[in-house]
């Protein structure tokens, strides 16, 4: 398997690229697989993704 190289943090270039790097997730996860906790409110989610938030 290759290693991810992306354009930066999240971006890919294309549906084999994106396949992979999600393989890759996937596989580093499964050695250590620890449950996902919520840090943030979804108010605070919402408001973030609408463009509202106070830059911090």
Known sequence: M???RGQ???????VAELTE???VWAE????????????ATAESIIEESSGTAEMH
């Not at 930066?8 to 294309?14: C, F, T």
């Not at 580093?28 to 840090?39: D, G, H, Q, S, V």
């Open 21 to 23: 790097a999600n393989t």
């Open 28 to 39: 580093t996860w499964k050695l250590n697989p620890e449950p996902f906790i919520w840090k």
């Open 8 to 14: 930066g943090p999240g971006q890919v270039n294309g």
């Open 2 to 4: 290759s290693s991810f």
